[in-house]
């Protein structure tokens, strides 16, 4: 029976990439991607011609039993998202949960995700740590942070530049303005950039130097 292979890709620059991941993209029947625009510069830097089909968050619930169907009748299906590995604050989860439920082989490539090389470069503790992804937008953003007052473990956040510096200033305002963290962005590319410092000091630095590209914000665990 063919596979489902989840298949990491750069979150930045082109050459994180390993070779079975080049691999697999080369020899799948089909390749489903989160913006089918995006996967082509990458897939066309690697002279990768494996027809490409859309698979993001307002298509998977639909598109999941499809997908299935085609494996189980024989083909290979690779799932990318536009950076880092699919199901990280991606879509996959649900086509994974799909795949498994019908008993249909699934692989896991290692490979990127930007919250590992944050994580280590952020100094804080890294032995023990919690993903929490995106906060809400909206409903029950205060609520996530109120539970988290006090974890302490080291967390870990994603966060558009548009909503850092709310983001710094909602965290400052709960778990304390000297509460240590950092901020990083543009992993892996020629701006990348980490600042560490207390959560009152990033959100104003951030206030005054508006930031561009994708964030990860780490806040170290309440001790």
């Known amino acids: 029976m063919s596979k489902l292979f989840l298949v990491p890709t750069p979150i930045g620059n082109l050459k994180d990439i390993t070779l079975r991941a080049i691999e697999i993209l080369e020899q799948a029947d089909l390749i489903l991607a989160e913006d089918t625009r995006h996967a082509r510069k990458l897939l066309s830097h690697y002279h990768i011609e494996t027809p490409v089909h859309s698979h993001h968050m307002y298509n998977e619930h639909k598109s999941a039993d499809a997908i299935a169907a085609k494996i189980s009748a024989g083909q290979t299906v690779a799932l990318i998202s536009d950076a880092g590995t699919p199901g990280i604050s991606d879509p996959g989860f649900l086509l994974v949960r799909t795949c498994v439920e019908k008993g249909i082989p699934v692989k896991t490539l290692p490979g990127p995700a930007a919250f590992i090389p944050a994580l280590i470069n952020s100094g804080l503790p890294c032995d023990r740590f919690c993903f929490e992804g995106f906060l809400p937008q909206k409903k029950g953003r205060q609520k996530k942070l109120e ?15 548009f909503r850092l510096v709310r983001a710094l200033e909602e965290m400052s305002a709960v778990f304390g303005n000297d509460r240590q963290a950092s901020v990083s962005r543009e992993l892996t590319k020629i701006y990348e950039e980490t600042l560490r410092g207390s959560l009152i000091f990033l959100s104003d630095h951030y206030k005054n130097n508006p930031p561009k590209g994708e964030i ?8």
């Open 147 to 161: 539970a988290l007052r006090s974890e302490t473990r080291t967390m870990i956040f994603y966060e558009s530049p």
């Open 216 to 223: 990860v914000i780490i806040v170290a665990g309440n001790k």
